[in-house]
């Protein structure tokens, strides 16, 4: 199959990229810059949701990420409008977009519905890989997780299943036009950080923040705003709702057993342990 990976360039994205190749696609690198590393056998090409610019070709699917900054669903509809109706759309999208309108995602969701398009809209719960990335830096610097997330019980799931169940839709295993990425994984911040002291020999600790307060200190920190609500939406806004109920489980794929937060632990392991 040609498979088109917007957003290629990401932890999403990159792991997409390497189980298709793994699986013998033909698989084209979409970014803003056109390059993608070293590796001869991706098809780099330019994506620019902003600037209309895409490949002038066909493909059998194609990966669709919303970039953080995009929230008007009219410029996926010009990067999509060329395309024939039976490309399979695959477009990564959050939790709650079938029930909550007001979302970006939910509203290009429903401008991909309306186009006609074979399509998967892949809807994962709370990132593993924030502990990476968006909450590294406080872990880094001063050994705690420090959010206005009170008592909350999130239900966290890897990029690596979130990318596996993207291929399976991408390449026709997966017909559900909505998927939820479910692992299962029940755990508020402490019981988290717990888990690493224990596997990765630190000591951070979860400390719950006054909504006010985290707010003054992420601007102190330079934090911009659309940046901090975004941290709110997920970290706080869920504590307002009503008390998280059990998910429906992700499709079953073959061969594939979907991490635990102890595994994920252990695979990055030697980063955790730079907290030490």
Same mark, same amino acid.
């Given at each position: 199959m040609d498979i088109l990976v917007t957003g290629a360039s990401g932890n999403v994205g990159s792991e997409i990229v390497n189980l298709l190749l793994s699986h013998g696609h033909n698989v084209?690198?979409?970014t803003r810059s056109g390059s993608y590393g070293q590796n001869d056998n991706v098809i780099p090409t330019? /994506?620019?949701?902003?600037?209309?610019?895409?490949?002038?070709?066909?493909?059998?699917?194609?990966?669709?990420?919303?970039?953080p900054?995009?929230?008007?669903?009219d410029i996926?509809?010009?990067?999509?409008?060329?395309?024939?109706?039976?490309?399979?759309? /695959?477009?990564?999208? /959050?939790m709650g977009a079938d029930t909550k309108s007001y979302l970006p995602h939910a509203k290009i969701?429903?401008?991909?519905?309306?186009?006609?398009?074979?399509?998967?809209?892949?809807?994962?719960?709370?990132?593993m890989e924030n502990l990476l990335t968006t909450l590294w830096p406080e872990l880094d610097a001063n050994n705690r997780v420090y959010l206005p997330?009170?008592?909350l019980i999130l239900n966290w799931v890897s990029v690596r299943d979130v990318a596996s169940v993207? /291929?399976?839709?991408l390449t026709g295993q997966i017909s559900d036009r909505g998927v939820l990425v479910n692992a299962g994984v029940y755990a508020g911040f402490s019981?988290?950080?717990?888990?690493?002291?224990?596997?990765?020999?630190t000591s951070i600790t979860y400390e719950p923040a006054r909504l006010f307060g985290y707010i003054r200190y992420m601007r102190k920190q330079g934090n911009d705003w659309p940046f901090i609500a975004v941290m709110l939406l997920l970290h706080f806004l869920p504590r307002l709702g009503p008390a998280a109920k059990p998910l429906p489980a992700s499709p079953k794929l073959p061969a594939h057993e979907f991490e635990t937060l102890e595994d994920f632990v252990r695979r990055n392991e030697d980063r955790f342990r730079q907290l030490r």
């Open positions: 084209f690198a979409g330019v /994506v620019d949701f902003e600037q209309g610019i895409k490949p002038e070709r066909t493909f059998d699917a194609i990966f669709l990420m919303r970039p900054q995009l929230t008007d669903p996926f509809e010009r990067f999509l409008q060329p395309y024939a109706r039976s490309t399979r759309i /695959v477009f990564l999208s /959050v969701e429903k401008k991909i519905a309306e186009m006609g398009f074979e399509h998967v809209f892949i809807r994962p719960t709370y990132f997330s009170g008592k993207s /291929v399976a839709a019981d988290v950080c717990s888990t690493i002291n224990e596997i990765a020999g």
